[in-house]
């Protein structure tokens, strides 16, 4: 897989299509290397001016040069690329939550990471919103690892009505984190807006695709998942937010090390 340059203004300018072609090439690279432009624009059922401008925006010259650093990347990876099965299985499964993961990896930006560890090496009050359902699962996770890691000043908080309460009543020497699997919940946005408003940095994990929370935030990770619903219910995967959350933990862990980073 490329490692693509995903910084937080790369990913702002790419338009709806372009994600989607950023996440057909994340799915199957091996392919692409291979394709000609109008292939990919067959198979995506984007136009060839969508792709045009996606390698553009990534820097590239041009839809040839894209594909060379395709085939640079896959030649220099010693981790052979996954390729979906085209019928429902389990292993179809497995391996669409493996490339979700492996595609988050390359998401995780070193000033990101940096950023986020200065915040937890601080004794600054962390507080950790948990709005309930699936997120709550995540958020317990993260405070588990943060007492684990040794890290004091983590507050939780579990209701609209507190959460707005106790944000209005913070400043800039606290810090708020929170998870979205859409990056659009409305309490959510409204706490994050709250914070901004009391210049509260807030730390968030959202998707890859351009968001509301992502925007708002002052240190974003974002993941690569399908959004999912069934009849209404919203069931994406959350694999990708516990392997983020891992990875900024164990990055932690290793600044307090003596002569670790940071």
């Known amino acids: 897989m490329i490692i693509l340059n995903l910084d937080n203004s790369t990913i702002k300018n790419l338009s709806t299509n ?9 799915d199957h690279t091996s392919e692409v290397s ?17 792709i045009l ?24 990876s010693d ?32 000033g990101r ?23 709550s699962v995540l958020i317990d996770y993260l405070e588990m690892l943060l007492f684990a890691s040794g890290r004091q000043n983590v507050h939780k908080i579990e209701t609209p009505k507190t959460a707005n309460h106790v944000i209005s009543n913070l400043g800039p020497d606290n ?9 659009a ?15 509260i940095p807030v ?10 929370i992502a925007n708002l935030s002052s240190v974003n990770f974002c993941f690569f998942a399908n959004q999912r619903e069934n009849n209404g219910a919203e069931y994406t995967s959350r694999l990708p937010i516990f392997y983020t959350i891992s990875m900024i933990i164990k990055c932690y862990l290793k600044s307090k090390e003596p002569g670790g980073p940071l």
């Not at 990471?113 to 507080?127: E, V």
Request: aromatic share 10%; hydrophobic share 40%.
């Open 175 to 183: 810090i708020l984190f929170v998870i979205s699997s859409t990056g």
């Open 113 to 135: 990471l940096d950023a986020a560890i200065r915040y937890l090496n601080s004794d600054i009050p962390i507080y950790l919103w948990s709005p309930g359902g699936l997120t």
């Open 53 to 76: 401008r996606f390698c553009k925006k990534l820097g590239f010259s041009g839809f040839s040069e894209f594909k060379y650093a395709l085939r640079s990347e896959i030649q220099k």
């Open 185 to 199: 919940y409305a309490p959510t946005v409204k706490l994050v807006k709250l914070a901004n408003m009391n210049h």
């Open 18 to 26: 372009e994600l989607a072609v950023l996440r057909y090439v994340y």
């Open 34 to 50: 291979n394709m000609s432009i109008q292939e990919l624009a067959k198979k995506i059922s984007y136009s060839t001016s969508t």
């Open 79 to 110: 981790v052979p690329k996954i390729s979906l099965p085209n019928k429902r299985s389990s292993k179809m499964i497995i391996n669409s939550l493996c490339s979700d993961i492996e595609a988050t990896s390359h998401l995780l930006m070193e």
């Open 203 to 212: 730390i968030s994990i959202t998707p890859y695709t351009n968001n509301t």
